[in-house]
């Protein structure tokens, strides 16, 4: 049954359906590393971008501040040289608010926390007492600092920075400070909104305890968050890039840096879906550039697939008509422009031309047995040598009647000959139509199975044992059979061995008890 299947698929449709997977699996590969590098690089080039423009406003608002504290250091030499003179104090703020810019309000305050001067005077705190954490705190250190921002008496939400006031005496006289409003418009908000920020991308300006300073979106000045960064990056990196993916459930790629002398981090950030974004048309385009280059190919290898199966084709369809005359003519009509095909059209010339040889000189000479209508010795040896010239395998399985020589004394010749007319029958029904059964001499037969492999030679095997011994001849009752089997393969040379290798395995089965199966090279097993 599973020789008589045929494949429904041909060469040329196998050539064409490779090239179409090489085709599609190059261009699947060339896209998806196209993706994946220039992913990596919009990502990479996205973080560096950020970290420089980080790290530059960090470095701006760091100098905004050192040049703040050193217009304040100014401004309380020159109160301290008359700090009871409260014109000297109000003109003093007033030029340092008005003249700088740098402070949306400027005081002084004494040493017990009250406010000497105050510009603008619109804020009505001169001569109130300062109860807030910047002013104890400026009041506690008597040193130049950066309060954490916080609720000024004004409710404002403000930064203020501070230098203390020292007389001429070396006595702690209070300190002079000036404040930036986070909420409204201050130089602080100028030089951090100077970026035109599109695609979604932001800046946030955060303290110490993640107080948003900072942000376009002026309702989120104020409000506490997750930390950006987290401590342990920080203290390896003041200044880097990272993907962070807690804030605002996205994935945003982030460039931070810190500004040292107020504790702040400035992270600018992009949604890393935004970064990616334009990938989407660049693969558009590297598919739309593609399709041409990859039709012309498809084309070119099914005309290939069609030059290299035309020889194949046409030699399997003589293949099935080698018994046709003049068909080996036919078959050297054929145009094998390539090795493969001309040495197959050679070995089929080759071998028409023996096999209608051999088929001549089997039906012209007397290659039966006349007792049993199998082929004789010499009939075998046409057979093997149609074998040999084709280069075909096969197995041989040499066989034995058991007893027969009880069988002769028993009952005589006639009986006998009856009996290996029987065996005879039985082997040819058990054996496929390609196989040959030989009798060899008197109780002894022989089979040739071409193209059977081990298993299939031992199920064989098998089934003409079990056969013989199931059947049943008048006056002699059951008889039963020991088989050898051997295999002889192309470039094994000679046959000689391999016959002997299958008389050898036969008499291994006859020693073992007989009416049963022995493989060449294995040992006897009982039988079941």
Not at 154 to 170: E, H, K, Q, Y
Not at 270 to 275: D, G, I, R, S, V
Not at 329 to 339: H, N, V
Not at 505 to 511: C, F, I, P, R
Request: charged share 20%; aromatic share 8%.
């Amino acid at each position: 049954m599973i020789g008589r299947l045929r494949p429904r698929t041909d060469l040329r449709t196998l050539i064409t359906l490779l090239a179409v997977a090489s085709i599609v699996i190059t261009l699947a590969n060339a896209l998806y590393a196209t993706w994946r590098v220039q992913r990596a690089e919009l990502i990479e080039n996205t973080l560096e971008n950020n970290r420089v423009y980080a790290a530059k406003l960090a470095s701006t608002t760091e100098l905004f501040f050192q040049l703040a504290q050193s217009q304040l250091r100014f401004s309380a030499n020159t109160i301290g040289k008359d700090f009871d003179d409260d014109a000297l104090l109000q003109s003093e703020v007033d030029r340092l608010r008005e003249q700088t810019s740098s402070f949306n309000s400027v005081a002084v305050i004494d040493a017990n926390g009250f406010v000497r001067a105050i510009s603008p005077e619109s804020l009505t705190l001169k001569g109130m007492h300062l109860d807030s954490d910047s002013s104890h705190a400026a009041l506690t250190a008597r040193a130049p600092m950066i309060g954490k921002p916080s609720i000024s008496a004004a409710n404002n939400l403000i930064v203020f920075i501070s230098t203390p006031i020292w007389s001429r005496d070396g006595r702690y006289l209070g300190y002079v400070g000036g404040t930036l409003y986070l909420k409204k418009k201050s130089i602080l908000n100028s030089l951090l909104g100077e970026q035109y920020y599109r695609d979604d991308t932001s800046l946030y300006v955060v303290d110490s305890d993640n107080q948003v300073l900072y942000h376009q979106n002026g309702k989120r000045v104020g409000q506490t968050i997750a930390p950006l960064v987290d401590d342990k990056t920080l203290d390896a990196n003041k200044n880097g890039a990272l993907e962070i993916d807690h804030l605002d459930n996205a994935s945003m790629l982030a460039g931070y840096a810190t500004v040292p002398t107020a504790g702040w981090l400035v992270v600018a950030l992009k949604p890393t879906l935004t970064t990616l974004q334009p990938l989407t048309g660049l693969l558009f385009n590297v598919l739309r550039h593609s399709v041409p280059f990859v039709l012309l190919t498809l084309l070119a290898s099914m005309v290939l697939a069609r030059l290299i199966a035309s020889p194949l084709w046409q030699l399997a369809r003589r293949a099935g008509q080698m018994e046709e005359p003049g068909v080996s003519e036919e078959i050297g009509a054929i145009r094998s422009w390539y090795f493969e095909a001309a040495q197959i059209k050679r070995a089929m010339r080759t071998g028409i031309l023996s096999m209608q040889d051999k088929i001549g000189r089997l039906r012209s000479e007397v290659q039966s047995d006349p007792l049993t209508g199998l082929l004789n010795r010499r009939g075998l040896s046409s057979v093997l040598d149609y074998l040999l010239a084709t280069q075909q395998p096969f197995a041989i399985l040499a066989m034995d009647i058991d007893h027969f020589k009880r069988i002769n004394d028993n009952w005589g010749h006639d009986v006998g000959d009856r009996v290996i007319q029987q065996v005879a029958i039985e082997l040819n029904n058990a054996s496929r139509q390609t196989d040959v059964v030989c009798r060899n001499g008197g109780e002894e037969f022989l089979m040739i199975l071409p193209g059977a492999q081990p298993e299939i030679a031992r199920t064989i095997a098998e089934r003409v044992r079990q056969s013989i011994f199931q059947s049943s001849i008048e006056q002699v009752g059951q008889i039963s059979i020991s088989i050898g089997v051997s295999f002889w393969q192309p470039g094994d040379g000679p046959f000689g061995p391999f016959f002997k290798q299958a008389d050898d395995a036969l008499y291994q089965a006859k020693h073992a008890g007989r009416n049963r199966v022995v493989i060449a090279g294995t040992v006897a097993e009982p039988l079941l």
